[in-house]
T-cell receptor, first 113, second 114 residues
């Protein structure tokens, strides 16, 4: 019940296209859903996050869509650029305890010219 | 922008040896964490630390692991007797607390056990 399932495992998108990564969870106690971007040899960096009281959050080219009833959330990267090529992790955190993050399995995104 | 600093960036050690991974969290943060990422896999929670004590640990964090905050700035992870399967990237993270959801991760220490 603590798992966060992420798909796809890898994704290739043309420059200028839309990249979509999906995540699903089971634990209804999760109340904070961040996305992290990780470049090789670096730590995860917070990209954007959402709480379940809203269905969508947009920051620049990055949008999170959240479906509370389906327990799913997704990251959309509009106008994808080669610099977006990285591994993306969704994560979730419960509304109690010590704020431990549970990560998805990651999506390796490659933007091709 | 404040950073979480980890040293060393890469450590190679022989199986059975003790290693200490060091982290300097962001100075006003109150919650500290260690996560592990085996090559090509997801980031896994190891332990959280608050108010000078462990608040939660995963099943990975067995008796060979320990954490310490020896002074006001450093946060260390000790692996007492390393095994080959401990080879991974180890990330330190910190956050201000419940009212501030943002975690900041360090760049990690790549531990290679030979």
């Amino acid at each position: 019940q603590q798992q966060v399932k992420q798909s796809p495992q890898s994704l290739i998108v043309q420059k200028g296209g839309i990249s979509i990564i999906n995540c699903a969870y089971e634990n209804t106690a999760f109340d904070y859903f961040p996305w992290y971007q990780q470049f090789p040899g670096k730590g995860p960096a917070l990209l954007i996050a959402i709480r379940p009281d809203v269905s969508e959050k947009k920051e620049g080219r990055f949008t999170i869509s959240f479906n509370k009833s389906a327990k799913q959330f997704s990251l959309h990267i509009m106008d994808s650029q080669p610099g977006d090529s990285a591994t993306y992790f969704c994560a979730a955190r419960p509304n109690f305890g010590n704020e431990k993050l549970t990560f998805g399995t990651g999506t390796r995104l490659t933007i091709i010219p | 922008e404040p950073e979480v600093t980890q040293t060393p960036s890469h450590q190679v050690t022989q199986m059975g040896q003790e290693v200490i991974l060091r982290c300097v969290p962001i100075s006003n943060h109150l919650y500290f964490y260690w996560y592990r990422q085996i090559l090509g896999q997801k980031v896994e929670f190891l332990v959280s630390f608050y108010n000078n004590e462990i608040s939660e640990k995963s099943e990975i964090f067995d008796d060979q692991f320990s954490v310490e905050r020896p002074d006001g700035s450093n946060f260390t992870l000790k692996i007492r007797s390393t095994k080959l399967e401990d080879s991974a990237m180890y990330f330190c993270a910190s956050t201000l607390g419940r009212a501030n959801y943002g975690y900041t991760f360090g760049s990690g220490t790549r531990l290679t056990v030979v």
